[in-house]
């Protein structure tokens, strides 16, 4: 069997979890793609200028996650506006300069809700004021949103999402939170006690909505089944991210993605249909 001659990776802390190495991988077979490999690495926000300066030509990309969005602008030749706008970089691609930093998560965000048929809105909530909440407001506004309503558990937080687009943007306590006709709802809270909480404040009848909830572990979550049962289209975290992968891919390879069979692969190793 021959040597990889082209490598990628994820690296975060902790990593093993990362689903990535699966999506990238059924990727590359789809694609045909023999000569990449895609390998999972834990480094920390200390260890990621030594490690991305350790790393020779044949280093075509990295995918990042927690906690290194942030500190990825310190190692980053340059960064486009995009990733500059979200506030984080999740993407790293060799260029003839150095490391172009860039975010993906704006892609997925925009990708998931529009194959969910939730385009042409012009109104959307945010549930949660994290760093995924950036990406995104950013998404909806890929998708034609102008009004958009932040429900945050820590509203001061969420000042300064105002400063993200050009756009009206709401900021309501969560506890206070009440939809009142948004086409969509993207939900960056974790699953646990916080999910649960915000599924609370569904009533009333959701067809026509479409809810995007970032997780994708246990699912569907407390959020996701209270929407679902409202009468909402609902869709996994999964969804974003084989969409925000997809696109990381491209960059990398330069190829179209497979996109299909890197959603194949993630529903597989989740244990994931569809319509679940």
Same mark, same amino acid.
């Given at each position: 069997?021959?040597?990889?001659?082209?490598?990628?990776?994820?690296?975060?802390?902790?990593?093993?979890?990362?689903?990535?190495?699966?999506?990238?991988?059924?990727?590359?077979?789809?694609?045909?793609?023999?000569?990449?490999?895609?390998?999972?690495?834990?480094?920390?926000?200390?260890?990621?200028?030594?490690?991305?300066?350790?790393?020779?030509?044949?280093?075509?990309?990295?995918?990042?996650?927690?906690?290194?969005?942030?500190?990825?602008?310190?190692?980053?030749?340059?960064?486009?506006?995009?990733?500059?706008?979200?506030?984080?970089?999740?993407?790293?691609?060799?260029?003839?300069?150095?490391?172009?930093?860039?975010?993906? +998560? *704006?892609?997925?965000?925009?990708?998931?809700?529009?194959? @969910?048929? !939730?385009?042409?809105?012009?109104? &959307? #909530? /945010? $549930?949660?004021?994290?760093?995924?909440?950036?990406?995104?407001?950013?998404?909806?506004?890929?998708?034609?949103?102008?009004?958009?309503?932040?429900?945050?558990?820590?509203?001061?937080?969420?000042?300064?999402?105002?400063?993200?687009?050009?756009?009206?943007?709401?900021?309501?306590?969560?506890?206070?939170?009440?939809?009142?006709?948004?086409?969509?709802?993207?939900?960056?809270?974790?699953?646990?006690?916080?999910?649960?909480?915000?599924?609370?404040?569904?009533?009333?009848?959701?067809?026509?909505?479409?809810?995007? +909830? *970032?997780?994708?572990?246990?699912?569907?979550?407390?959020? @996701?089944? !209270?929407?679902?049962?409202?009468? &909402? #289209? /609902? $869709?996994?975290?999964?969804?974003?991210?084989?969409?925000?992968?997809?696109?990381?891919?491209?960059?990398?390879?330069?190829?179209?993605?497979?996109?299909?069979?890197?959603?194949?692969?993630?529903?597989?190793?989740?244990?994931?249909?569809?319509?679940?």
């Amino acid at each position: 069997m021959l040597s990889p001659t082209h490598h990628a990776g994820v690296l975060g802390s902790p990593i093993r979890h990362s689903l990535s190495p699966t999506l990238h991988r059924a990727g590359y077979v789809a694609a045909g793609l023999s000569g990449w490999d895609y390998t999972p690495h834990d480094v920390d926000e200390g260890g990621l200028a030594p490690f991305v300066a350790g790393l020779d030509g044949s280093w075509r990309g990295l995918s990042l996650t927690m906690p290194l969005k942030v500190s990825a602008f310190e190692v980053a030749d340059e960064v486009s506006e995009l990733a500059h706008r979200a506030g984080a970089i999740n993407t790293l691609v060799r260029t003839d300069a150095g490391w172009r930093g860039d975010n993906t +998560d *704006v892609h997925g965000v925009t990708r998931a809700l529009a194959d @969910a048929g !939730a385009t042409g809105i012009t109104s &959307a #909530t /945010i $549930v949660g004021s994290g760093a995924t909440a950036r990406s995104a407001l950013l998404g909806l506004v890929g998708l034609g949103a102008t009004r958009i309503t932040v429900a945050a558990r820590t509203p001061q937080r969420a000042e300064e999402l105002r400063d993200v687009a050009d756009v009206d943007v709401l900021i309501v306590p969560l506890d206070e939170w009440s939809l009142t006709g948004d086409a969509a709802i993207v939900s960056t809270v974790p699953g646990g006690p916080a999910n649960a909480a915000a599924a609370g404040h569904l009533t009333g009848v959701l067809d026509g909505v479409t809810l995007l +909830d *970032v997780v994708y572990a246990d699912w569907p979550t407390p959020l @996701a089944r !209270a929407a679902r049962e409202h009468g &909402a #289209t /609902i $869709v996994s975290g999964l969804e974003m991210l084989v969409h925000q992968a997809a696109r990381q891919f491209e960059l990398f390879t330069g190829t179209p993605a497979p996109v299909e069979a890197m959603q194949s692969a993630g529903r597989a190793a989740l244990g994931h249909t569809p319509d679940a």
